[in-house]
């Protein structure tokens, strides 16, 4: 797994879609439109807007028109909860980025907390992970638990580990058919039976 | 009050969205969502040229934050815009590698004619580089060969479907009927096999 965030990347484009929270500082005429429940044509300081993360990111930090107010899954309560039972939280439901968005936030935060919860947190996870990922059987656990990096990881644990076993048992040997094309062959099996139970009521099939 | 503006941006993150939840290898092309995002794309330029015009006039500074903001809408839909074509240019690559120099029919529809083009110059460009690499040996070497390292000179197959005849280096014709076993030479045989038309078996 080779993820570094990119211009081109797409779960780098995913984070910065996430909205953040932030109060208005100063009047900023003309841009009512990010308000939903304004009514004049300016944004009046004192309101709370919701922006998306590719807008706030170009402002500077410290920046005269808003203030950036970080999500409560950052905040001290949730910090507690990531502390006490770090491997059985499920991060995919609080958010399916939770490591990059914070990463993100990270400047914005005044308590200087968000980078030490996300480190702990990934340490204490990293040694599970390590664990479910040789495991054979599939996860019986809910898709949530994950957070989008961990289930990368976890992805890659298990191919590593299947490669690893294949090899010790000597059954690694054959050529294969290659992913795609059998994606593509049974995607073209299944249209053709779509095809023939759609057609066979109305004619009738030659047989030889 | 006119709520003509919205907050831009979210035609283009509806094609990547698109794009990776698909079910299939590569979606159409979304001819339509393009078009929509570039006229949204003129349309936010527009209205920045305008305002950045009068400003140059009246030197006014009020209006700064707009300007911005409709800066990095600009941004932001050139880069999903971009995402999406290079997301959908990687995947045409593994196409080559996968399927081999023709793409089946049924994928080509789903792409547009500039990406057909691509997946030709590709090939032509792969063709050329796995001709000079194998200058030493007289011949090029086939890249797409020999994926893992091969374990034995021949191989035991199964044809899975009709394929017809098949002729080897030496001139030997194998005539290739559903579920017959024959004993060939690896390097041949191992392109057919990927491509699902021998099985191989151990």
């Known amino acids: 797994m080779n993820y570094f965030p990119n211009y081109y990347s797409i779960e780098d484009i995913f984070v910065t879609q996430e909205k953040v929270e932030c109060k208005v500082n100063t009047k900023l005429q003309r841009m009512g439109f990010l308000d939903a429940g304004a009514e004049g044509d300016d944004l009046e300081p004192g309101r709370t807007v919701n922006l998306p993360l590719w807008y706030i990111k170009e402002l500077k930090v410290n920046n005269a028109y808003f203030t950036v107010s970080v999500p409560d899954i950052y905040k001290n309560v949730h910090k507690a909860v990531c502390e006490a039972e770090t491997t059985h939280i499920e991060l995919g439901r609080l958010h399916p980025y939770f490591y990059e968005f914070g990463r993100y936030l990270t400047p914005y935060d005044r308590n200087h907390v968000i980078g030490r919860i996300i480190f702990e947190t990934m340490r204490q996870r990293v040694r599970h992970l390590l664990d479910i990922s040789k495991n054979d059987g599939h996860m019986a656990k809910s898709e949530l638990r994950l957070d989008n990096i961990e289930a990368k990881l976890h992805e890659a644990g298990v191919r590593t580990n299947t490669q690893y076993i294949n090899w010790l048992q000597l059954t690694g040997n054959k050529i294969l058919i290659s992913e795609l094309v059998e994606e593509h062959q049974k995607k073209r099996k299944r249209e053709l039976s779509d095809d023939e139970s759609d057609s066979l009521p109305s004619s009738k099939r030659a047989t030889l | ?202």
């Open chain 2, 1 to 202: 009050m006119s709520r003509a503006n919205k907050l831009f941006g979210d035609k283009a993150f509806e094609l990547l969205k698109d794009l990776e939840r698909s079910s299939q290898t590569i979606p159409a092309f979304d001819d339509d969502g393009v078009r929509q995002v570039l006229e949204e794309i003129k349309a936010i330029f527009e209205e920045n040229v305008a305002q950045a015009s009068s400003y140059n006039s009246s030197g006014d500074r009020s209006l700064w934050p707009l300007l911005n903001y409709r800066h990095a809408a600009l941004q932001r839909n050139k880069r999903c815009l971009l995402a999406y074509l290079y997301e959908r240019s990687k995947r045409i690559k593994t196409l080559r590698w996968e399927f081999g120099p023709i793409i089946p029919g049924d994928i080509k529809q789903a792409l547009c004619e500039p990406e057909v083009q691509f997946f030709n110059n590709y090939s032509k460009s792969l063709a050329a580089f796995m001709c000079n690499a194998g200058c030493s040996q007289g011949q090029g070497i086939d890249l797409t060969n020999n994926l893992h390292p091969p374990k034995s000179l021949y191989i035991e197959v199964r044809c899975m479907e009709d394929y017809g005849k098949f002729e080897l280096d030496d001139g030997e014709l194998i005539h290739l009927k559903k579920n017959s076993q024959h004993y060939l030479p690896r390097a041949q045989v191992e392109s057919l096999v990927r491509q699902g038309i021998l099985q191989h078996i151990a």
